[in-house]
């Protein structure tokens, strides 16, 4: 029998995000729908800390209008109707350029 994946509580989004940061991942919420861990370079050196992560949050997709809405209060977010490059070299809330 399949073990049940835990729900994530939205008082844990905070953290959730606080720990894919520290992984080394650049999260941040695309629009209003949804959000991206980092860049594939990102993901791939972090994958065993988001794979822990992953286990200790559980599943999270009910929680995404929240966790979008957290990443945009943090600044953490890209607008799809703008140029690109509005998000590139964001660092927390401090642009590189």
């Not at 995404?64 to 600044?75: F, N, R, T, Y």
Request: aromatic fraction near 6%; proline fraction near 4%.
């Amino acid at each position: 029998m399949a073990r049940t994946k835990r729900l994530m509580k939205a008082s844990e989004i905070p953290a959730f995000v606080d720990r894919v940061i520290k992984a080394g991942c650049d999260i941040c919420a695309i629009g209003d729908k949804g959000y991206v861990l980092g860049d594939v370079e990102e993901m791939a050196s972090a994958a065993d800390d988001l794979a822990r992560i992953g286990e200790e949050f559980g599943d999270r997709d009910l929680l995404l209008p929240e966790i979008v809405a957290h990443l945009k209060s943090l600044g953490r977010h890209i607008d799809p109707e703008s140029p690109i490059e509005t998000w590139y070299g964001h660092r927390g809330n401090q642009r590189l350029h």
